[in-house]
């Protein structure tokens, strides 16, 4: 088995290049796309040498250089005399690929001139050689990308731990709603310590105000059912291949619930193994 942190990514036009080059950049990799081919092996020298400071690497190569399926045989000999990179060649059937054309509206790489099931079928051709000599042949016909992702998270990242970086976000109602979340949970059903004077003007990082708000029975039912949906759901965002995911916790101001919780959470997953970082974004309003 390869050891996966050289990556070359080729195949048909329309099989899914693009969503592998990102799957592969949200789980670490350093990807470009359309490198020339000839540009390869400087690359692997710097590489090789650790004259640039990136620990994995995918390229995307593939039809839309001029001359590609004759120089990359070629070059792919050389680079293996230096490293032993992986290539992956990613495949799908006619069917799949003129549907897929049909609904992007998109032009095919390669000649216009010809009817899509026409060109597919000359670039299905050139490319017959590379894929006989490629590691990894995907057939993504009878993938949706959350599959596509889904196969990609089982390959690339099997007895590799949870790598899906977790972002959890406090912040308050009254100043909207953070646009990037994927997850929110309503902190406003707990306890509310802005009512306690000596509280009110102390945020959710202080002792005393997380020991108000947990020494309601309410809020240990809250923790304990958030902590089980968490607990069930994160594997099947990872096992989607989910790079990132925003977690985010809210309560009126941003500066007292919503903070403690927040906390709570990070505390948790990053005990389940899971990259987390914390960010208050209301905290100081």
């Known amino acids: 088995m390869k050891e996966d942190r050289f990556v070359l990514i080729t195949g048909l036009s329309g099989s899914g290049k693009t969503c592998v080059s990102r799957f592969l950049e949200d789980i670490g990799y350093y990807c470009i796309d359309n490198l020339p081919v000839k540009l390869i092996p400087i690359l692997v020298d710097f590489?090789?040498?650790?004259?640039?400071?990136?620990?994995?690497?995918?390229?995307?190569?593939?039809?839309?250089?001029?001359?590609?399926t004759k120089k990359f045989p070629e070059v792919l000999k050389v680079v293996q005399k230096k490293i032993d990179p992986t290539l992956v060649f990613l495949d799908a059937s006619d069917t799949t690929l003129i549907k897929r054309y049909s609904e992007s509206?998109?032009?095919?790489?390669?000649?216009?001139?010809?009817?899509?099931?026409?060109?597919?079928?000359?670039?299905?051709?050139?490319?017959?050689?590379?894929?006989?000599?490629?590691?990894?042949?995907?057939?993504?016909?009878?993938?949706?990308?959350?599959?596509?992702?889904?196969?990609?998270?089982?390959?690339?990242?099997?007895?590799k731990g949870k790598v899906m970086k977790v972002v959890i976000l406090s912040f308050g109602y009254k100043y909207?709603?953070?646009?990037?979340?994927?997850?929110?949970?309503?902190?406003?059903?707990?306890?509310?310590?802005?009512?306690?004077?000596?509280?009110?003007?102390?945020?959710?990082?202080?002792?005393?105000?997380?020991n108000y708000i947990f020494k309601f029975d309410e809020t240990h039912s809250f923790v304990k059912e958030?902590?089980?949906?968490?607990?069930?759901?994160?594997?099947?965002?990872?096992?989607?291949?989910?790079?990132?995911?925003?977690?985010?916790?809210?309560?009126?101001?941003?500066?007292?619930?919503?903070?403690?919780?927040?906390d709570e959470v990070a505390h948790h997953l990053k005990a389940n193994g899971y990259k987390t970082t914390v960010y208050h974004r209301d905290i100081q309003k």
């Not at 490319?127 to 990609?152: N, P």
């Not at 790079?243 to 927040?262: D, F, N, Q, Y």
């Open 226 to 262: 958030l902590f089980h949906f968490l607990d069930e759901m994160m594997p099947r965002f990872a096992n989607e291949g989910k790079g990132h995911l925003t977690i985010s916790m809210g309560c009126t101001g941003g500066k007292h619930r919503s903070v403690v919780i927040a």
């Open 176 to 210: 909207g709603l953070p646009l990037d979340s994927d997850l929110v949970f309503d902190m406003r059903c707990l306890p509310n310590p802005f009512y306690i004077d000596r509280l009110r003007e102390k945020t959710g990082k202080t002792k005393s105000v997380s």
């Open 47 to 68: 590489w090789a040498r650790k004259e640039v400071e990136i620990e994995k690497i995918a390229l995307v190569i593939d039809i839309r250089e001029k001359g590609f």
């Open 105 to 159: 509206r998109r032009p095919h790489p390669l000649s216009p001139k010809k009817s899509i099931a026409e060109v597919i079928e000359d670039e299905r051709k050139s490319l017959a050689e590379i894929r006989e000599i490629a590691d990894e042949v995907i057939d993504t016909s009878s993938m949706d990308i959350s599959q596509l992702k889904g196969f990609l998270a089982r390959r690339f990242l099997r007895g």
